[in-house]
């Protein structure tokens, strides 16, 4: 079983749309989780970044992460074509220098 | 406020020659450093990471190798360069908050 999960999709939908983005893990020692946003032929931006359990609002985006579940969701509300990118999640331990586990990312397009 | 830079941002090598790829960071000190890879439809895959000046941690044994010569410099680097080699490198950086920031990433093509 892999440290992260994450659907590749494509995922395609339509301009205002409520997006839902997930990811599984299997390390319940994870305690920091981040959400990143790249663009093609650019480097991933920092989207969200949550601390333990809980939601973070920011704009149209929330982030939620339910480790009871180990699970983690990115929502994208009123959707717009810019939104269009691929997104990768990423979680890291609460110890010493230990490194981002990332997911394979999931590539949205949001139609105009 | 702090900012990445790499570069060169694209490069094409043949089979064979030499890397370097340099990665600076502005306005920390003593960040932690990345170098991950990105090849075509797959993920980020760590290379090396660096907690200091001459500390680097080698995640995956290639024919790749990293030096930080500097508090704030990165850089990557190879003696003989294969096609495997191709890919998107990223540097990243991560603040003392635990937030990880990548910078603009370089290119590479190997022919």
């Known amino acids: 079983q892999k440290e992260v999960e994450q659907d590749p999709g494509p995922l395609s939908v339509p301009e205002g749309a409520i997006v839902s983005l997930n990811c599984t893990y299997s390390n319940s020692a994870f305690q920091y989780f981040m959400w990143y946003r790249q663009y093609s032929r650019k480097g991933p931006e920092l989207l969200m970044y949550?601390?333990?359990?809980g939601n973070k609002e920011d704009g149209r985006f929330t982030a939620q992460v339910d480790k009871s579940s180990k699970y983690i969701s990115l929502f994208i509300r009123d959707s717009q074509p810019s939104d269009s990118a691929t997104y990768l999640c990423?979680?890291?331990?609460?110890?010493?220098?230990?490194?981002?586990?990332f997911g394979k990312g999931t590539r949205l397009s949001v139609i105009a | 406020s702090q900012t990445i830079h790499q570069w060169p941002a694209t490069l094409v090598q043949p089979v064979g020659s030499p890397l370097s790829l340099e990665c600076t960071v502005e306005g920390t000190s003593n960040p932690n450093l990345y170098w991950y890879r990105q090849a075509a439809g797959r993920g980020l895959q760590l290379l090396f990471y660096s907690v200091g000046i001459g500390q680097i941690s080698s995640e995956v044994p290639q024919n790749l190798s990293a030096s930080r010569p500097q508090d704030r410099q990165f850089i990557l680097s190879s003696k003989k360069l294969l096609l495997s080699d191709s890919g998107f490198y990223l540097c990243?950086?991560?603040?003392?908050?635990?937030?990880?920031?990548f910078g603009p990433g370089t290119r590479l093509t190997v022919l």
């Open positions: 990243a950086w991560r603040a003392p908050s635990n937030e990880q920031f």
């Open positions: 990423a979680m890291r331990r609460n110890s010493g220098n230990t490194p981002l586990v």
């Open positions: 949550t601390y333990s359990s």
